[in-house]
């Protein structure tokens, strides 16, 4: 089977991108599962209610999310709606959502998704290591198909996650830093692994936001608002192949599209 993850949507323009790229990927590379992290496809930051059915309506299978789960306030009543909406696993155990699911594909194909992230340069949280320990343990009694979205700053931390997991699940993506790095492999195990898969949205940006108020920001110190840009608008992600019977990955390739038009603001 092939998994198709997308990495980082950010603002309307990275949801254009997604809504008007997934189908055709699906067919192109023969796709029957679509993970997608969406953290800031909500104006830049968060997502809701509203744009996770669009995504998921678009042919999505699974949503994770990362360090800005909770900027959107219905994600709360979104968690409840769809159970393939995700945040991350080692967030505590009291807090809303879930941070792993199995989702159910045509012809009977299951696939678990691990949401995690990062504590080097984050936001404290739990042990990301020892809840991908726990998440798999309830996973692979359904499933041995996995997909892993390491949410993390830190290049050592997504590489050293990869190692760790190695031939315990399928698919190990990088998310968070928006840079799509050259590094996808299939580990010794069998583990496909990418540090950061890149950012579905606006390439005439930074990171997705536009230039002028970053460099304010970054040149004088003085705080500015910074909207989403709009130009040079491409999604990003990886194919991997995976045996469904062994949970085993056999190739991953890196991919970018570039949508024909600007997106709108």
């Keep these: 089977m092939r998994i198709l993850c997308i990495g980082d949507v950010v603002g309307r323009p990275g949801r254009e991108a997604v809504e008007r790229c997934t189908g055709m990927l699906r067919q192109e590379h023969g796709v029957e599962c679509v993970v997608v992290n969406a953290e800031n496809a909500a104006g830049g930051s968060g997502i809701t209610g509203r744009i996770a059915r669009d995504l998921l309506a678009a042919g999505v299978d699974v949503i994770t999310l990362g360090d800005h789960a909770w900027k959107q306030r219905d994600v709360f009543e979104a968690f409840t709606e769809f159970s393939t909406l995700l945040r991350p696993a080692n967030y505590p155990s009291e807090a809303p959502g879930r941070g792993a699911c199995v989702v159910e594909l045509e012809g009977g194909l299951q696939v ?10 984050m936001a404290p949280s739990e ?17 041995r198909v996995i997909v892993v979205d390491m949410h993390a700053e830190a290049t050592s931390e997504k ?35 990418i540090t950061d898969v890149g950012m579905t ?13 970053v460099l304010k920001k970054l040149v004088t110190g ?34 970018q599209v570039g949508l024909e038009r600007e997106a709108r603001p």
Aim: charged residues 20%.
């Design 112 to 121: 678990g998704v691990i949401n995690l992230v990062g504590r080097i340069f």
């Design 201 to 213: 949205g606006p390439h005439d940006s930074v990171l997705g936001r536009q230039v002028k108020p």
């Design 159 to 193: 590489v050293a996650m990869g190692r760790y997991l190695d031939g315990r699940v399928s698919v190990v993506m990088g998310t968070h830093t928006h840079v799509p790095t050259a590094d996808e492999t299939v580990l010794p195990g069998g583990t496909a692994y």
């Design 222 to 255: 003085v705080p500015a608002r910074f909207e989403v840009a709009t130009g040079d608008v491409r999604l990003s992600g990886i194919v991997v192949t995976v045996d469904e019977r062994t949970g085993r990955a056999s190739a991953i390739q890196r991919i």
């Design 127 to 143: 042990c990301p290591f020892r809840a991908a320990d726990a998440a798999i343990a309830e996973l692979e009694r359904r499933t």
